[in-house]
């Protein structure tokens, strides 16, 4: 490696960290083959964001395993689509089980009527407030949901678009 070429870098087979995407802090994104110019090398880029691939090359051909972010000197390890998937279902499924439970404490269930909702005289209006406060939960989980599944319908679209130019 020693009097190698930096542009020539990409071409050794192998696992290789490279930058992907460099944006300093109050500044354009340096992207694509731009990163690779030597003007850039000197270039600081500490308060800013970095991200770097890490890839594997084998007979000329590059696949990514994995990216990482480096932000203001803090190194994270980007989220893959199963991690982030799984953190939307769950956050989803806890405020679900949270409102069943609470819409559950306030039924009571009678052989002659089924379901009904539990009364008290005393409390009749914080039963109301307590009515509203729930159909507002409920908008609110029903809306972000529909959010969540549009962003994963859209990031699928863009897999199978990149994978359709391939």
């Given at each position: 490696m020693q009097g190698l070429e930096f542009s020539n870098v990409k071409n050794i087979d192998g696992?290789?960290?490279?930058p992907i995407c460099a944006v300093p802090k109050g500044e354009a994104a340096i992207t694509g083959?731009?990163?690779?110019?030597?003007e850039l090398f000197d270039k600081c880029i500490d308060p800013g964001l970095v991200i770097i691939g890490k890839y594997s090359r084998e007979n000329q051909k590059d696949s990514l395993l994995?990216?990482?972010y480096c932000y203001d000197g803090t190194i994270l390890a980007a989220p893959d689509l199963f991690s982030?998937?799984?953190?939307?279902?769950?956050?989803?499924?806890?405020?679900?089980?949270?409102?069943?439970?609470?819409?559950?404490?306030?039924?009571?269930?009678?052989?002659?009527?089924?379901?009904?909702?539990?009364?008290?005289?005393?409390?009749?209006?914080?039963?109301l407030f307590r009515e509203i406060e729930y159909s507002e939960e409920k908008d609110i989980i029903i809306n972000d949901l529909k959010q969540q599944v549009g962003l994963v319908q859209s990031?699928?679209?863009?897999?199978?678009?990149?994978?359709?130019q391939e």
């Open positions: 696992i290789s960290f490279r083959d731009n990163i690779y110019k030597p994995a990216k990482y982030l998937l799984y953190s939307k279902l769950r956050e989803g499924t806890h405020f679900l089980r949270k409102s069943y439970e609470s819409v559950y404490e306030n039924l009571q269930w009678t052989p002659e009527r089924e379901y009904n909702a539990k009364s008290s005289k005393k409390d009749d209006t914080f039963s990031f699928l679209e863009e897999i199978k678009q990149k994978k359709a």
